[in-house]
């Protein structure tokens, strides 16, 4: 079989599988931004709270937080089985969730969180919103 990736592309994809989070998600997002020509963005830097993405420079952190995981009050659907589990991982992610935002404003970053579901589409409020914070 022919590699279809470059050596360079290759060891990018797999850094990304290797990632935490949902890897589509973050895809779309690296696409997103690359589109609209955004730049200055790191990721898997090691940062308190492991965002998503990291603007070192205008110290901006970016999480893209799952519908699913992190409770979106649109698209989160309770298991019906399991639910003491469910409803305390829940609780345990939203509650980490506000820690992360709290520690890092305190250390002087700006925290931006977006819903998996503003990906979808043209993704063209979460461009807004990244090129607003990114203008402070
Ligand atoms: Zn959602």
Not at 52 to 70: N, Q, Y
Request: hydrophobic content about 35%; overall charge positive; aromatic content about 10%.
């Amino acid at each position: 079989m022919v590699d279809v990736f470059t050596k360079k592309k290759r060891s990018e994809v797999m850094s990304q599988i290797r990632g935490r989070g949902n890897r589509g998600t973050e895809l779309r997002m690296i696409e997103l931004l690359r589109e609209h020509g955004i730049t200055g963005w790191r990721r898997n830097r090691p940062v308190f709270g492991r965002p998503d993405f990291v603007f070192p420079a205008e110290r901006v952190a970016l999480f893209i937080d799952g519908c699913f995981w992190h409770g979106c009050p649109r698209h989160y659907n309770r298991p019906s089985s399991n639910t003491e589990f469910w409803d305390g991982k829940l609780l345990k992610n939203r509650t980490r969730d506000r820690l992360v935002t709290r520690t890092l404003k305190k250390a002087g970053w700006t925290v931006l969180r977006v819903w998996e579901h503003a990906l979808q589409g043209t993704g063209k409020a979460v461009v807004a919103r990244v090129r607003k914070v990114l203008a402070h």
